[in-house]
């Protein structure tokens, strides 16, 4: 139905446009009070098996949205009715910012993958502070993920995050470093371990200073050499961080025809974001948290990186192109498939191929 709907009249339209109107629809069931809570009832992840803890936390699925999704919170409990087991909101900056020029989010429907460069259009820290504060119908994990203003220059970017982190620490389930997103000039940069220790010890301090001590992850790049992704795995571990999102969008075009400029991701990214999982989990085990986003689509996806070491997955573009029953199909599908093996928690599949020949099967 959904691909039908897809094809026939959602893929005519412009993607930002369409993306507006679902966040404004989703905005609007976050306020009604009983659909939402009928939804969630239905639809969200509800098998126990299937229940992650991390960093503290408690999730009731491995699968989440991953950022820029939900840029402003102005829908994460209408994502979670939908079945989603987290939901990370963000990219948020300490200021407000229009982003990029328009056009700037572009569908390549045979590679199932998408393009933007929306450059972290936002409210500001401030805004989402407000609208994170209120109380909630429905039970949902809330990530934040903060990134540097785009006119803050690069001297500055340590003040800018901790800007962010003052106001959005406190309300969020865990908190993320953004550094790794394409469009926002000079940004990953950030990834190199001179500038991102300062950044990291910085927001940290903040991070650990709330009342739950908010848990800090940082999510990087899939353009990083292997060399770099070690290194920001050494850094992690050594500043105590809870956990690494790996992989953000890509600026390789490697199997796709479209030369815009902006992150790719989708599909033709599933297979160097697996790579990055399986380098981190050799190199850090199961000493912090990782999360796994890029190209994830389906049941099978979320599964392989689960036995690759994801304690968490997150998905953005297969939900465009699923649907929007995407993450709910998933969870049940998951827990269908560890109750065939007899698997009482999820948690039991993680890491079990990293660096063994056990796979618990496909
Ligand atoms: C339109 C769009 C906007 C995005 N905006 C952000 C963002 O603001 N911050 C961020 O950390 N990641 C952002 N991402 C990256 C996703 O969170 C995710 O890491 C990436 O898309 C790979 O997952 P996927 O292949 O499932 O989409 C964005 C992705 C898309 C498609």
Redesign the pocket.
């Known amino acids: 139905m959904y691909k039908f709907v897809f094809s026939l009249l959602l893929s005519r339209l412009d993607a930002e446009q369409v993306h507006h109107a679902t966040v404004g629809a989703l905005a609007l069931l976050s306020r009604a009070p009983v659909v939402k809570k009928v939804l969630h009832r239905r639809l969200a992840p509800r098998d126990p098996a299937l229940r992650v803890e991390a960093f503290g936390v408690h999730f009731p699925g491995p699968l989440g949205l991953?950022?820029?999704f939900d840029?402003d919170a102005a829908c994460a409990e209408g994502l979670a009715a939908f079945g989603f087991g987290h939901v990370e909101v963000?990219?948020i900056t300490a200021h407000a910012q229009p982003g990029n020029a328009r056009p700037r989010?572009f569908r390549l429907p045979r590679e199932r993958a998408?393009i933007?460069r929306?450059g972290?259009n936002n409210g500001g820290a401030h805004a989402a502070a407000r609208r994170l504060s209120r109380p909630r119908g429905v039970p949902v994990v809330v990530g934040v993920?903060i990134?540097k203003t785009k006119v803050v220059p690069e001297s500055a970017a340590v003040d800018d995050y901790v800007t962010s982190a003052k106001e959005l620490a406190p309300l969020a389930d865990y908190l993320v470093v953004?550094v790794?997103?394409p469009n926002t000039p000079g940004l990953r940069d950030l990834q190199a371990v001179e500038l991102l220790r300062p950044l990291l010890v910085a927001v940290k301090q903040v991070a650990d200073g709330t009342p739950r001590r908010t848990p800090l992850l940082v999510?990087i790049a899939p353009d990083l050499s292997d060399e770099d992704v070690d290194a920001v795995a050494d850094l992690a571990l050594d500043l105590g961080l809870d956990g690494i999102i790996a992989?953000?969008?890509t600026i390789s075009r490697a199997g796709v025809s479209s030369r815009e400029t902006g992150?790719l991701?989708?599909r033709p990214?599933k297979a160097r974001s697996l790579e990055v999982l399986r380098r981190l989990r050799a190199r850090v085990g199961d000493r912090i948290t990782l999360v796994s986003?890029?190209?994830?689509e389906n049941a099978d996806d979320v599964w392989e990186r689960l036995l690759a070491g994801a304690t968490l997955v997150?998905?953005?573009?297969?939900m465009i192109y699923g649907g929007p029953l995407w993450a709910s199909r998933i969870h049940r599908q998951l827990s269908r498939r560890l109750r065939l093996r007899g698997i009482t928690s999820v948690r039991e599949v993680v890491g079990r191929t990293a660096g063994s020949a056990d796979t618990l099967g496909g």
């Open positions: 991953a950022a820029g840029k963000g990219t989010l998408l933007n929306m972290f993920n990134g953004n790794s997103s999510k992989t953000n969008t992150g991701s989708g990214l986003a890029g190209g994830v997150q998905g953005y573009t297969g």
